[in-house]
């Protein structure tokens, strides 16, 4: 009767097994290419052992999935084994009730000295929902109608099965090995390979609230912090409820989907598709790694636009940081569905909450789970990548330090957008309205702009960071804090340094993995020109500025003026754009002006010294300007050899002086000329500062606010590009580097810093003393 009733088991099993692989979607999570069967010329045997997890349910489908793979037909029992085929396919199942058939083929294995073994684990799993399994239905489902546990499939997790496989290895026996240590051995390899894989794919599984809340009351600095201010426990109880269900996200599989659906539809239709580069290492180190993915900040479209990619490369969705003036109806609880979790914008004042929050941080990095946040705390109203703040980048360090289970490697992600859809709100901002605060009605207004076409979209993965191998090339000091975490009373003295550099190099990994698009080059030729300058160039000064450029970036080595026009989503041509299209292209032109600063400021003093001067005498002159410059872009420090490359590159900067008149041509100047124009407005705006602090010399807010105002109005006289005088936020930086030199030196010199080159000759200097005095007379000042 048993023996029935298992037989029909098995029937309806097999049957149901072609329906549901006829009727799923199979996703392979990574490329199988790795995984092909070896040379079918080598004499021997070989034999490939394809190991499914989970294998009642998914045994016929692998065995499906190895043949489209492979080309041969898998065998799933012994017998059916053949010495003499060049290649044999198996495949089994990785469960205890079959030690059975894993002891019987690795017997033959043993039997068959002659045969070459290699093991792959092969990873199915329906959807993306880590916590499937943890689900009642699931146990239910598999442990009693194991021949049917493939209709977990209907519990939420549509009709997707992903496929990961796994890398080959090569399987030898003795001829006296113990057969049963060996199929223990196999086990504990297929279920470490089994468990990588569903970290790269999946993430960790979430806990209910309850747990999450008990494992954050773990967290050692917020039990100090309530042992000192707690009153009542109900009253403790109560707050960080109160808190929790701020901050918390709430990651959900058939959420996901949905987003996945009308997110796909956004970037096929209202953009022109997403532009991946550098992702093809991160499922290994996702395997190995918790990930913290810092991206740059350009959008709102940016939380979307992250999780979407890397849910496409088989990779967890991150939990993402997310400031919580978007925590508004509708919108938040969405986000939060997709993985946002929220932050106040300051941490000052507000209680507990800030030992609340970094419970909560420190508590998903200890599960593994990734997680991604922007560096520079808002979005960048000046296309420049902004100075790093460091609150989460500590709270991270500090997590990995207290808990660490995995090591965290940071991922530096550049995004590049070929339209911004909130530029007009930014240039508007950056010419002194408020920000409109977010609400329903200026979500809805904003998705009503998403209208096509919106171009392409550029993601682009940097050099991952290491932490341990950041902090062991920082200070060996660091080991001893390891499983203890950094105490709040006493900070080590490396921990300052250490993280303002780890936010530094952050940053300038994401310079580095800048992606130039078209239009940022377009927008580089146009506006690194003032508006009257840009009146007055010819096609041919056009194509001269645009050769140079674009020799700097090998993949628009072949593209001419015409051609980059034709394919730019903005009305460009040799004619001068708009002034609104100007102004927005000046945004573009800062992802790329980075690269094009030390050649500028090289090209400046050298043709001030009429060509005549030293390494030495140059390198020692940049390096004043340097810090403030560094202040402003993602520069890294300067060093002889840099300067060495960038002279090698470009060798007209450098002429000698005796040919300088003859070798410096038209064309030269015209390049020297845009050269000029990328740095021109920092230097402006140092000087209008440097004035204004005298003006003001006890009121460094109010000298900051007149220096604003004087380079808003600056720009709108030479009809120069708004993002580069309108900011405030670049005139604090400069005000605090200046600051920063004055405490460094004891003195600040105008002198050593700006008239070393001629950046702004004596005559500039002069109208924008005059200016100033206009703005001043006008106040009554
Ligand atoms: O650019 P902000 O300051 O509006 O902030 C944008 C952040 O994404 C808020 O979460």
């Known amino acids: 009767m048993k023996f029935f009733s298992s037989f029909a088991h098995r029937i309806a099993a097999w049957r149901a097994h072609r329906v549901v692989h006829r009727w799923s979607i199979t996703h392979y999570a990574y490329t199988p290419s790795k995984t092909l069967p070896l040379s079918a010329e080598s004499p021997c045997c070989h034999l490939h052992l394809y190991v499914g997890l989970d294998p009642c349910s998914n045994l016929p489908i692998l065995a499906k999935l190895c043949q489209q793979m492979t080309g041969l037909t898998p065998c799933t029992q012994t017998q059916d084994l053949d010495p003499h085929a060049s290649q044999i396919a198996y495949v089994l199942s990785y469960q205890q009730q079959d030690l059975k058939q894993w002891r019987a083929l690795l017997q033959w294995i043993q039997a068959h000295p002659q045969v070459k073994v290699s093991v792959q684990s092969v990873h199915l799993h329906w959807g993306r929902n880590a916590n499937a399994l943890a689900s009642w239905p699931a146990p239910l489902l598999r442990y009693t109608y194991a021949h049917f546990s493939w209709m977990r499939l209907q519990h939420s997790s549509g009709r997707r099965l992903y496929v990961q496989w796994g890398r080959p290895w090569p399987l030898k026996l003795t001829q006296n090995a ?188 200890a599960r593994g789970q990734p997680i991604e946040f922007f560096i520079e705390g808002g979005r960048s109203r000046n296309g420049r990548l902004l100075t790093p703040r460091l609150g989460l980048v500590s709270m991270c360090v500090r997590a990995a330090l207290l808990k660490p289970k995995r090591p965290l490697a940071f991922i530096p992600v550049y995004i590049g957008y070929e339209s911004v859809f909130e530029l007009p709100a930014y240039l508007q901002q950056l010419q002194g309205l408020p920000k409109r605060k977010e609400s329903l009605p200026h979500l809805l207004a904003s998705v009503m702009r998403l209208r096509p076409p919106l171009g392409q979209v550029q993601v682009s993965f940097g050099q991952p960071l290491v932490l341990d191998a950041f902090l062991q090339q920082q200070t060996p000091e660091w080991r001893a804090y390891k499983g203890q975490g950094i105490p709040e009373d006493s900070v080590p003295a490396f921990w300052s340094a250490s993280l303002q550099r780890l936010g530094d190099e952050l940053r300038l990994g994401i310079a580095a993995a800048t992606q130039a698009q078209a239009i940022d080059l377009l927008a580089l030729v146009w506006t690194s020109f003032t508006y009257t300058q840009a009146s007055q160039l010819t096609p041919t000064q056009l194509d001269i500025v645009w050769d140079d450029y674009r020799g700097w970036y090998p993949q628009y080595a072949k593209t001419s003026y015409q051609d980059a026009c034709q394919a730019s989503l903005h009305p460009i041509s040799y004619t001068l754009p708009d002034t609104d299209l100007y102004q927005r292209l000046a945004y573009h032109k800062n992802a790329l002006a980075p690269q094009h600063l030390l050649r500028a400021h090289l090209w400046l003093y050298l043709h001030s010294q009429g060509g005549q001067a030293s390494e030495l005498a140059t390198l020692a002159a940049l390096e004043k300007l340097w810090p403030h410059l560094q202040a402003e872009w993602p520069l890294p420090p300067l060093k002889l050899q840099t300067l060495r490359s960038t002279v090698a590159a470009c060798p007209w900067i450098n002429q000698q002086a005796q040919d300088y008149q003859l070798l410096v041509t038209d064309a030269h100047q015209v390049i020297g000329q845009s050269l000029q124009g990328l740095v021109y407005a920092t230097w402006i705006r140092f000087y209008l500062l440097l004035i204004a602090s005298q003006n003001y010399p006890k009121d460094q807010q109010q000298a900051q606010a007149f220096a604003l105002q004087a380079a808003r109005a600056w720009a709108q006289k030479i009809h120069g590009p708004w993002v580069d005088y309108g900011d405030a936020y670049l005139l604090q930086q400069q005000a605090q580097q200046i600051q920063a030199t004055v405490a460094q030196y004891g003195y600040f010199s105008l002198r050593g810093c700006l008239q070393f080159s001629g950046i702004l000759t004596r005559k500039q200097r002069r109208a924008l003393r005059q200016h100033v005095q206009a703005l001043l007379d006008a106040h009554g000042g």
């Not at 993430?203 to 009542?232: E, K, M, N």
């Not at 849910?311 to 993402?320: I, K, N, R, S």
Request: proline content about 6%.
């Open 178 to 365: 113990d057969i049963i240590a060996e199929v223990g051995r196999l086990g504990r390899f297929c279920r470490w390979q089994f468990h990588l894989m569903r970290r790269q794919l999946l993430g960790a599984p979430a806990p209910d609230t309850a747990r999450s809340l008990s494992q954050i009351l773990t967290y050692p600095p917020l039990q100090a912090d309530l042992a000192l201010h707690a009153s009542t426990p109900e009253l403790v109880q109560k707050k960080l409820q109160h808190y929790f269900t701020e901050i918390r996200a709430a990651l959900s599989w058939p959420w996901i989907r949905r987003f996945e659906t009308s997110l796909t539809w956004l970037w096929q239709t209202a953009y022109q598709g997403i532009e991946i580069q550098g992702a093809q290492d991160l499922p290994s180190l996702a395997a190995s790694h918790t990930l913290v993915y810092v991206p740059c900040h350009r959008s709102h479209i940016d939380y979307l636009l992250l999780s979407y990619v890397l849910f496409h490369q088989g990779l967890a969705v991150p939990y993402v940081a997310a400031g919580v003036n978007l925590n508004i109806p509708l919108l938040g609880p969405l986000l939060r569905r997709g993985g946002a979790f929220f932050m106040r914008r300051s941490f000052r004042q507000q209680g507990t909450y800030p030992q609340v929050f970094a419970a909560y941080l420190t508590s998903l990095l």
